[in-house]
């Protein structure tokens, strides 16, 4: 056998193993969708009966179009509702959950993961598209940060109404399935990880997220209540870790309908405050040493992002720029309440 022959069949040699591993681990829907910068999509349903049960979880059909591989129209029949709960209630347009037959699923050969969060646009107009973006840039910042994160899609969706007729482009966030954020790390959802101190997490996991929420000026979340956090139980038996979600409520998407928190005085939705008071500072200086050194990513992400204008990115890179100022003066804690 000559050079040549023997490079071809230890080739294949070495790429059948592989290929067989590949096929044993089917992709979810949102890796076959995903594209790296955006995608388009018409979601066909009745938008009369979406609005009029924005309030429930009754679910109503729709059809899913977008452009597969080499330019092809695909059509998937899937449910939709809406979902949230703040959000349903004073958004123009709820947010939804997009649910996919896992007959469907399996016959083209994905995983059987069937639930995706759609962020859409609270509010019609340029608003809702500003702070739409915006919630994209912070999970995108987010990623630069920990491994642990929900990978997200950009989206301009083209809501249809077949019986009306009715038209609405918008643009929106396609989140990945929660189960599907858990198989990435061979771990478990845990729902009922309630009230849990942050050295029962992974060490520097809780430090790094805590700060990021003071980064963007959120404090509409809770570790005590899970609320706005995903909890992860490696199961390896390695402490749990926390992924956080929903940031539209944060000092830097500054959406108009976010309010203060006045549980912890919180005086406007830009005022930074530190809510996690079992936290000392101390703790934080790893987690503030990697948000300095990612400064200029941070940066250079919002300032490449083509989609937002420059006064909202000007805007965003100065409430950034203040909270590496607030680090000087020290991380600002909650005022006591008067009983």
Not at 51 to 56: G, L, V
Not at 241 to 246: C, E, H, Q
């Amino acid at each position: 056998m000559n050079f040549f022959a023997r490079f071809v069949c230890t080739l294949i040699c070495l790429t059948c193993p592989l290929q067989s591993v590949w096929t044993q681990q089917a992709i979810s829907f949102f890796d076959y969708i995903g594209r790296t910068d955006l995608l388009e999509i018409d979601l066909a349903t009745d938008l009369q009966s979406l609005r009029a049960q924005r309030n429930t979880n009754d679910y109503q059909p729709a059809t899913l179009t977008f452009s597969a591989e080499k330019k092809q129209r695909e059509a998937w029949e899937i449910k939709i509702r809406s979902r949230g709960k703040y959000r349903r209630r004073v958004c123009q347009f709820p947010p939804l959950k997009l649910n996919f037959p896992k007959a469907d699923l399996k016959a083209r050969g994905l995983s059987g993961d069937d639930e995706y969060k759609l962020i859409t646009h609270c509010l019609n107009g340029a608003a809702g598209k500003e702070y739409l973006l915006r919630e994209y840039l912070v999970y995108k910042l987010y990623e630069q940060l920990s491994p642990f994160h929900f990978r997200v899609q950009l989206c301009k969706v083209r809501y249809l109404d077949p019986k009306t007729g009715e038209k609405i482009s918008a643009w929106a966030i396609l989140m990945e399935d929660e189960a599907a954020l858990a198989k990435r790390f061979d771990a478990k959802i845990c729902a009922d990880c309630y009230a849990m101190k942050p050295d029962q997490f992974q060490e520097g996991n809780p430090e790094q997220v805590v700060l990021f929420q003071y980064f963007i000026g959120n404090t509409d979340w809770s570790l005590m209540l899970l609320r706005n956090l995903l909890m992860l139980k490696p199961k390896s038996g390695s402490p749990p870790i926390i992924v956080p979600f929903d940031f539209d409520f944060s000092g830097l998407v500054n959406a108009s309908y976010a309010r203060p928190n006045a549980d912890y005085g919180q005086a406007n939705i830009r005022e930074r405050i530190f809510i996690q008071t079992d936290i000392p500072d101390t703790s934080l200086y790893p987690a503030i040493e990697q948000f300095k050194s990612k400064r200029k990513a941070f940066e250079a992400t919002i300032m490449g992002f083509k989609y937002l204008g420059r006064p909202s990115k000007n805007d965003m890179l100065a409430y950034l720029a203040s909270f590496y100022d607030s680090l000087d003066r020290g991380i600002q804690r909650p005022t006591p309440q008067k009983p």
